[in-house]
DNA sequence: TACTAAATGGAGCGGCGCTCCGGTTCAGGT
DNA sequence: ACCTGAACCGGAGCGCCGCTCCATTTAGTA
């Protein structure tokens, strides 16, 4: 019970019934679809799978990228909380660091695709790249200058050169037992630290 | 004079004098196309550009990785035969590998979309992926390897995943001044080298 | 010059993103 | 219970793109 909290999620407030349900049904078919084609799948698709016309999707989202956001939401907004959670549970402020950015990891590397169309060469994700950074980006800087704070990180780091950079380091099929990004990322992580700890 | 060596270029060898000039036009169109509008223009605009129908890009290059790798060939080639040439005069292993680096990173970064190309989702791009690995991986594990051997580079790291790692860092439009993937890239290489230097 | 195989180019097909518009359904007032 | 207009819906349609097929042109040779 009590399942619809007071504050509804802001796009299907004060919608006709039948628009609020369709959204649903779209939001959930386009997940299925992400999964087995990923973010780049075609729109008509998703509208089959739901069993929508294209106009449907189209108006509730605009564009792909606030589609691809709907459906991540609860992920990211889970990710962005977890910063300080992290920064008041862990051992240390570079430990929370560590954690987080795994978490990050995680998400990106699960969600086919998600990396990649965060730096898409187009502008068709725009609206997704900066709802990412609005949402991830301060968590990122406080958990970075908590470390710095702390003596365990040399100054100087740009939380969002930190955070495209792991970004783009998750880009691609995740089959390749070569590659891992998580080993270079651990890479930077050591090189972020203060050469001679105290 | 003797601009037409020996042995020529393997695909433009036997053929009818139009086909190679044809070739040609196309190459030096493509290369233009790419700088303004990225490895991903329409195949359309190339012909028109150049002048010549489709069917005569699809003939000589089948797939739009045989075209980009054609226009890029030279400079790959190039970064190839650096490597030896940078072991063999630079002050030590370690700073050859650097150089090394850094003249991929120019390359990456100079010729818009073509990191974004290496690590496309869809497998469009399979067979230049193919050619840079060949033709680069070996140079970028010797370079690897007389680091390791020479005690400045702690050993383990595996060259793919290094030269990958380089080609995700520098995905991207390069106009944002808080991104610069060779700040990045230095990061890693601190992370490379061994934690007590001899 | 005449002949043949190589080379050409653009029409054509299927797929996609996105929009527009006629028909349908809901919700509130009588 | 019904009426009505506003909200909503679906898919046909347009433009763009990748890629192929084949009638036509052209280079090289006898």
Known sequence: MADQSPVEESPSRGRRADAQRNRQTVLAAAAEVFVTSGVDAPIRQIAARAGVGMATIYRHF?????????????QIEECAEAGPNLLASADSP?????QWIDLFVDFLVTKH???DALQSESDRFAALHSYFLDRLLPVCAQLLDAAVESGDIRPGTQPYELMRGIGNLCIGRDSDPRYDPRRLIALIFQGLQRPHAP
Chains 1, 2 share one sequence.
Do not use: K, Q, S, W
């Open 62 to 74: 605009p564009t792909r990228a606030d589609l691809v956001t709907a459906v991540y939401r609860h």
């Open 113 to 115: 695709g998600l990396a």
């Open 94 to 98: 570079f430990d929370a660091l560590r």
